[in-house]
């Protein structure tokens, strides 16, 4: 009888130091994403990331015209890769721009370069697009080229809202990727344009 309470002494023993340890393991994990360093850290390290990847849904209203479309963005180095494509692959169009190279490839594959491709972008989408500093704004800062107002959310060290070249950009939400904390969800302002876009996969 002893030795059997011995015996159930020692096992409760067993699961109660496994218990604590495994406690204290998920104390001292670290989290998915790491604590939110100092935005004058994290703010150049954005702005110098050249590879990333997302997909997602942009809402576009410019004065009495708007549009929806699925949104692709790949940014490799310096070039930027934009695809928009409506319902069912309906008025698909391809972006790639590049310092001051641009060229559209619409749905019917017509290949449109630099100032006749931003006159088409202009006369498709309602505005032209800032692609240069979509790129920074997409990450969740502003162009380093030009000058900036940011207004900043301190706990989080991260932007809250950016105002920069005539556009006001509001970031509505955040989602971590690959140890990163990158905008979900945006709405960007300027005159009669509205562009509200939601990221839904980021590959950075």
Not at 25 to 45: F, M, T
Not at 70 to 91: A, I, K, M, Y
Not at 109 to 128: C, K, M, S
């Amino acid at each position: 009888m002893r030795s059997s309470r011995l015996r159930l002494g020692i096992t409760l023993l067993m699961a109660a130091v496994a218990g604590c340890a495994a406690l204290a393991g998920c104390r001292s994990a670290p989290p998915l994403l790491p604590a939110s360093a100092n935005w004058q850290v994290r703010r150049p390290q954005l702005q110098a990331r050249e590879h990333f990847t997302l997909r997602g849904r942009v809402a576009v209203a410019a004065g009495a015209e708007g549009f929806n479309a699925n949104v692709r963005w790949v940014q490799d180095g310096p070039r930027s890769q934009l695809t928009l494509e409506g319902p069912l692959g309906v008025g698909a169009a391809q972006v790639s721009a590049s310092g001051d190279e641009l060229r559209l490839v619409t749905s019917r594959g017509e290949q449109i370069d630099n100032d006749a491709a931003h006159a088409a972008l202009v006369q498709r989408l309602g505005f032209d697009p800032p692609l240069a500093s979509l790129r920074y704004w997409v990450l969740g800062v502003p162009d380093p080229s030009q000058p900036a107002s940011e207004g900043l959310d301190p706990a989080q060290q991260r932007l809250r809202t950016l105002t920069q070249s005539g556009w006001r950009i509001d970031y509505n939400s955040y989602v971590g990727a690959d140890g990163e904390t990158l905008p979900a969800r945006m709405t960007l302002e300027h005159d009669a344009v509205r562009v509200r876009l939601l990221v839904d996969n980021w590959q950075p």
